[in-house]
């Protein structure tokens, strides 16, 4: 068998759209799950039950289903009644799903605060609210930093399922570069390289991040 990488070099400009198209989204989904499970577990944990049980099941939902389900299910399901760009059901899609497991990890760390915490932040005057807000959650955040770190890191190796409902992101961009070339052996070599060096620099990013906020746990 031999090796030819001559269409790989051919086609690395459209890898590296795909590329982009995959950390655009990514960006997107990172700050909409992440804001958007801290907010569900806000309230899942300080509103009452009638409120906090919708947004547990919906954390229940989407931690027990295949991501690609979901993904199926916006796009081909509700496609039937509403017409939606691949790469909005994309974000919304990956965005839901690690949402939810974002608000899991955000409710054991708002409760791994001390009580102390809360009642000291109110005998200084502080109101409910800007108690959560000011002093519960920005502790929890924090404590959260290695678990959304695993989390997000994960989500980008998870954007090559996109390529099911047609994104353009890296494997879609490669799939079409092979239907052209008929050598996939070489381009998924590539591939599995690029998404190797992807983590490797996230992975720093997540160990100095850590470092930094280390002292504040």
Known sequence: MEFDFTPVITYFPTLLKGVG???????????????GGLLVAVISIYINKIVSWPLRFFIWLFMTT?????????YFGLGEWI????????ILGLGFHYMAYNADIFVATIKSVSNGQYEA????????????????????????IPQ????????????SVLSAIGVAELVY???????????PFEFFIV??????LINIFMELGQVWLERETAYRR
């Open 21 to 35: 198209v995959g950390s655009l989204v990514a960006v997107i989904v990172a700050f909409m799950s992440i804001v």
């Open 66 to 74: 295949p991501l690609l389900l979901q993904l199926y299910f916006l």
């Open 83 to 90: 017409l939606i760009p691949a790469i909005f059901v994309g």
């Open 121 to 144: 932040s109110r005998s200084l005057g502080f109101g409910h609210a800007a108690t959560i807000f000011y002093i519960i959650v920005p502790q929890a955040f924090i404590r959260s």
């Open 148 to 159: 959304l770190g695993n989390n997000m890191i994960l989500m980008v190796k998870d954007t």
């Open 173 to 183: 961009a490669s799939q079409y570069a092979i239907s052209v070339s008929f050598r």
């Open 191 to 196: 591939i599995a390289a690029m998404y190797y």
